[in-house]
C-alpha cells in the first residue's frame, strides 16, 4: 500500500507517513498517541492556569479525569445510537473503541453530564470550572485533529487549490469517497490518487483561533460560563462549515440529516444567544447599579451638606445668643447703680454736709469780728 502525503500546490511531498507503529509487540497507532499527548497538554495547562490563579489544581484535575471516562463513554454510545445499523447483529462490538467510530458531541455532552455531577458532589461551581476546562479541551483538539492526517481520514471533498492534500485511492476508506473524487482521480507513478480538502488542517487552526480568542476574553468574562458558553458557540460556527465539505458524515436514522452539521449549528445560534442576552443584561445591571451608587453618593453629599449648614447656623446663633446676653447686661447695670459708686456718692454728700457749718462759723467769726472793730 502506498503510504505517501502529498500537496501538489506546496509543492510537499512525504513519501511515508505510517498510521501506526509496534513497541514490543503491542501496535500503538498515532492517531491515539496524538489524542493522548492533546487531553496531557490540555489538562497540564488548566492546572497551571487554576494555580496561577490561586484555585484548587487537584480539583482540576479530579475534573479532567472524571470528563476523559464519562466522555469517551457518551461519544461511543451516541455513534452506536445513530449507527445502529452496524452494531444491532452484535451489540458488544460497541465496547470494541479501538475499531473506531465516536462523535465528538457525544464526548462532550457525555463530558459535561460528568462535570456536573463532579460538581455538584463536591460542591463547586460547574460554570467557573467550565470556564477553564474548555481550554484544556481546545488545546487537545489542536493535536488531537492530526490524528486525522494519520488516518488519511475526515477529508473534505475534492477541490483543486494551494492547500490540496493528495492521496493514494487505496489508503482510505471507500465509504468516503465521492463520485465527484473517482471523477478526479489523478495518477501519480501508477498510483490512482484523489485530490481533497485537508479539513483536519482547518478545524486545528480554526481550534486555535478560537483559543486566542478565548484567552483574551478569559480575564473580562461578564459572567460565570460565558468562555464556556464562547467556545461552544465559536466551535459551532467552525464546525458547522466544516463539516458542510465533510465526506464521512453520521446521519439522523431515515434521512440525510448529517448530525453534527445540526448539533453545530443549534449550537451556535443558542449560545450566542444566551452569551448576547445575558451580557446586555449584565451591562443594565451594572448601569443601574452606577446610577444607585451615583444617587445614594449625591444624596449623603445632600445630607453632609445640610449638617454642615446646620452646624454653622447653630454656631452663629450661639454667637448670637451669647453677645445680645453681653449687651443686655451692660445697659442694665449703669454707673450710678453699682455698688461701688454708692459709697463714693455717701462720701461725697457727706463731705458737703459736713462743710456747711463750718462755712456758717466763719461768717459769724468775720461778723463778730467787724463789731469789735466799730
Not at 78 to 100: E, H, M, T
Not at 241 to 248: E, H
Not at 284 to 291: F, W
Not at 328 to 344: H, R, V
Request: glycine share 10%; hydrophobic share 45%; aromatic share 10%.
Amino acid at each position: 500500500m502506498d503510504m505517501s502525503i502529498r500537496f501538489p500546490g506546496l509543492k510537499l511531498v512525504l513519501d511515508y507517513v505510517p498510521k501506526s507503529f509496534e513497541i514490543f509487540g503491542f501496535e500503538i497507532t498515532i492517531y491515539g498517541v496524538l489524542i493522548a499527548v492533546g487531553m496531557l497538554l490540555g489538562i497540564f495547562f488548566v492546572v497551571l492556569e487554576a494555580r496561577r490563579n490561586h484555585e484548587e489544581p487537584d480539583a482540576y484535575l479530579d475534573l479532567a479525569i472524571i470528563t476523559l471516562i464519562t466522555g469517551v463513554i457518551g461519544a461511543r454510545l451516541l455513534y452506536a445510537a445513530f449507527s445502529w445499523s452496524l452494531y444491532k447483529n452484535d451489540p458488544g462490538q460497541i465496547l470494541n473503541v479501538r475499531s473506531g467510530g465516536m462523535l465528538f458531541y457525544g464526548g462532550l455532552l457525555g463530558g459535561v453530564l460528568g462535570g456536573i455531577v463532579y460538581c455538584r458532589i463536591r460542591k463547586k461551581s460547574f460554570w467557573k470550572m467550565a470556564d477553564l476546562a474548555c481550554m484544556g479541551i481546545l488545546i487537545g483538539q489542536i493535536i488531537g485533529k492530526w490524528g486525522s492526517f494519520f488516518n488519511r481520514e475526515s477529508f473534505g471533498e475534492y477541490v483543486d487549490n494551494i492547500l490540496s492534500m493528495q492521496l493514494p485511492l487505496t489508503a482510505v476508506r471507500a465509504g468516503e469517497v465521492t463520485t465527484t473524487m473517482r471523477e478526479n482521480l489523478q495518477m501519480v507513478d501508477g498510483v490512482s490518487c484523489i485530490l481533497v480538502q485537508p479539513l483536519f488542517l482547518y478545524e486545528s487552526l480554526w481550534c486555535l483561533l478560537v483559543l486566542m480568542l478565548l484567552m483574551m476574553h478569559l480575564r473580562r468574562r461578564v459572567f460565570q460560563g460565558e468562555i464556556f458558553l464562547r467556545y461552544l458557540a465559536g466551535y459551532g460556527l467552525g464546525r458547522f462549515v466544516i463539516q458542510w465539505m465533510r465526506t464521512d458524515k453520521v446521519f439522523f436514522p431515515g434521512t440525510e440529516i448529517d448530525v453534527s452539521l445540526v448539533i453545530s449549528g443549534v449550537l451556535f445560534v443558542l449560545c450566542t444567544v444566551i452569551v448576547t442576552v445575558k451580557i446586555v443584561m449584565a451591562k443594565k445591571r451594572a448601569r443601574v447599579r452606577k446610577r444607585r451608587i451615583e444617587k445614594d453618593y449625591q444624596a449623603e453629599q445632600q445630607a453632609a451638606e445640610q449638617r454642615k449648614n446646620a452646624t454653622e447656623n447653630l454656631e452663629t446663633e450661639t454667637v448670637q445668643g451669647e453677645k445680645y446676653e453681653s449687651e443686655q447686661n451692660t445697659n442694665t447695670a449703669e454707673p450710678g447703680d453699682s455698688p461701688e459708686s454708692i459709697p463714693s456718692a455717701a462720701i461725697a454728700g457727706g463731705t458737703e454736709e459736713s462743710g456747711q457749718p463750718d462755712q456758717k462759723q466763719e461768717r459769724s467769726s468775720e461778723e463778730s469780728g467787724s463789731q469789735s472793730e466799730s
